[in-house]
């Protein structure tokens, strides 16, 4: 994406919002376990240390009083632009003031070369011209600020450390760091053609290492290179391959590399209303996501990343067979409770909440998706145990006993569960991808007439009660008034409802004048059991694209594809939700199921085209 050139402004107060910096703003940088956020104005403001999903040591992003951060920047007045560097999820972040210009690279480095930290980040500063004054400061927090944080020294290097947790700050070139009660700060002067490295080296439960600056930029140039010979090796070339190798990009941060299980988002409690309650941790990986990201996985031509994802799918669901959850931790486990954080919120918007309470909730769609995901993977060559396919053809089974049941569907209302039709529309595709399943004997046949018959209750049962002649679409549930985005996922999986895509159409065309507002959609608009509002969701816009590229309406899919793309930030990364009014981000960032749907949207519209 082009880099948003010439911000100027001098501190960051000049840009945020009472300490806040826009969700906008931000760009993420990884490991495969962890994810950085960093602000335009050259703050670090969220780091969860040792995982994805454990407490943060810097949580500026939900506390700029008590979250700690990671400062880097001018001391004078500066404009900014920046960029991640082609092919990489290295950040470059260029500042220029009157007396010259600054580069700085920032990284999550992978552990390619030397004796390695468990985790480290590095920033890199290089004076392109004349002379610029910077300062930078390191105020760690463990353990979403709850933690003591003790800041000493270890080999005349600055460490922080907080039970079994440990940090060293290495500086070559940066100023001779001092330690005050709350920081680690350094300023220095950075000349033309000079070049100053600063790296945080981390520790969990083992022996801080104390690298050499060698060994740094070694580890930097190699993770340069890793993500370039990755992205490189991506299948699309059409014409928005930008957009979509950013989305794979951004989509390999959110893969947590021990377990091949995919993230839905990097942050917990970003709100989709500011100041409001709607604010969910988003750092697990949801089932209602599977057969999107396998697909998007597979036509990127991702075979690893998509081998490893589907066996940790099937593992982790073995703990709870034959029933699912919503959603499991990256490392296999089916617990996340909630609780609330005593932060001050992302702009007042509380509660901060870490664990989902929606894990435990009965939403049927699930079980279609997992089906999906099982019918995508074998029909891409891979091979299923025996074990595997009991399996699945037990979850068929569960399904026959289970889709008529009200349920609290894609969306994890609050409210009284309902018979959602998107539910049941993914029960159906279940059933039917278990039917071929077992027809191409991948797995049991035995229980595969009944599945045939209960797919046809099933579609009787949404072609009867669910349909609306009044609005000429299918609604959200047997009797609602409005209707749900979230149908259009079934249309992309192939739902047959028998009457030739007539229906199907003339819902997804309802859906754009009930729920659009243009080029966004609202999810829905009905009671959920929850105050407040939200923005609009974001994937849904490129749900839609696919279903009019896969409905014959190609042009107009073009031209809403090209609007969505033009709606990232600065550097191609997509929130959860956008305020139509203003274009605000809302909700945790990046959002994996946005870069899921961007690239199955872009796919889709390349084979539709050349038809």
């Not at 010439?6 to 940088?29: C, L, N, P």
């Not at 507002?517 to 969701?537: H, I, K, S, V």
């Not at 930030?569 to 605000?584: F, I, S």
Request: aromatic share 8%.
């Amino acid at each position: 994406m082009n880099a948003r050139a010439g911000v100027a402004f001098g501190d960051a107060s000049s840009t945020r919002r009472d300490g806040y910096a826009a969700i906008g703003d931000y760009a993420a940088i990884g490991d495969g376990r962890t994810v950085a956020l960093v602000a335009s104005d050259g703050s670090l403001d969220w780091l969860c240390l040792p995982e994805l999903d454990s407490g943060s040591v810097f949580g500026a992003l939900l506390d700029p009083e008590r979250g700690g951060r990671f400062c880097l920047a001018p001391e004078e007045r500066y404009a900014v632009e920046r960029r991640y560097l082609p092919d990489t999820n290295v950040l470059e972040t260029t500042f220029t003031t009157a007396g010259g210009k600054v580069r700085v690279t920032d990284a999550m480095l992978l552990p390619l070369a030397g004796l390695a930290p468990d985790r480290e980040l590095a920033r890199r500063v290089e004076g392109i011209s004349g002379s610029v004054a910077l300062s930078w400061s390191v105020e760690p927090r463990f353990g979403y600020a709850g933690g003591e944080t003790r800041l000493g020294t270890r080999a005349g290097r600055p460490t922080a450390t907080a039970g079994s947790e440990a940090l060293v700050v290495n500086s070559w070139g940066a100023g001779d760091p001092p330690i005050t009660a709350a920081a680690i700060r350094g300023e220095f002067i950075a000349e033309a053609g000079g070049t100053s490295l600063i790296s945080l080296g981390i520790a969990h439960a083992a022996p801080l290492v104390l690298p050499s600056r060698r060994d740094v930029e070694e580890r930097l140039s190699s993770t340069i290179g890793f993500w370039r010979k990755w992205a490189g090796r991506r299948r699309y070339a059409g014409p928005r391959r930008e957009a979509v190798v950013r989305s794979a990009l951004a989509l390999k941060l959110l893969i947590y590399s021990p377990s091949g299980a995919i993230a839905a988002a990097a942050t917990t409690s970003l709100p989709e209303e500011v100041g409001g309650v709607r604010n969910w941790d988003y750092r697990y990986s949801w089932i209602r996501d599977s057969s999107a990201t396998l697909d998007a996985l597979l036509r990127l031509g991702c075979a690893a990343e998509a081998e490893a994802f589907f066996w940790w799918l099937m593992h982790a669901s073995q703990l709870t067979h034959p029933r699912l959850r919503i959603l499991y931790r990256l490392n296999g486990v089916p617990r996340s409770p909630e609780h609330e954080l005593p932060l001050a919120g992302y702009r007042g918007s509380r509660p901060v909440r870490i664990g989902n309470a929606a894990g435990s909730q009965e939403q049927l769609d699930v079980y279609g998706h997992l089906l999906q995901t099982a019918w995508l993977y074998c029909r891409a060559g891979g091979t299923l145990d025996r074990d595997a396919a009991s399996r699945l053809a037990a979850t068929a089974d569960l399904i026959c006993e289970l889709w008529r049941r009200p349920d609290s569907g894609i969306w994890e209302v609050r409210s009284a569960p309902a018979h959602f039709t998107q539910s049941k529309m993914m029960c159906w595709i279940g059933l039917e991808r278990a039917t071929r399943l077992a027809s191409d004997e991948r797995i049991p046949d035995d229980g595969a007439g009944r599945w045939q018959r209960e797919a046809e209750e099933i579609r009787a049962f949404v072609g009867k009660r669910c349909w609306s002649e009044e609005h000429r679409a299918y609604m959200r549930f047997p009797g609602a008034e409005e209707t749900d985005a979230g149908m259009l996922l079934p249309l992309l999986l192939g739902y047959d409802d028998g009457a030739d895509g007539e229906r199907l159409l003339s819902t997804v065309r309802h859906i754009q004048t009930d729920l659009g507002r243009d080029p966004l959609l609202y999810r829905y608009r009905g009671e959920d059991g929850l105050p407040g509002t939200e923005g609009a969701f974001v994937a849904c816009s490129f749900w839609l694209v696919d279903a009019l590229a896969r409905l014959g309406q190609v042009g107009e899919a073009e031209e809403l594809m090209d609007r969505m793309v033009g709606l990232a930030n600065d550097v191609g990364l997509y929130a959860e939700e956008m305020d139509p009014q203003g274009g605000e981000f809302l909700g945790n960032f990046p959002q994996g199921l946005v870069h899921l749907a961007l690239i199955n949207a872009a796919v889709t519209l390349e084979e539709e085209s050349g038809r």
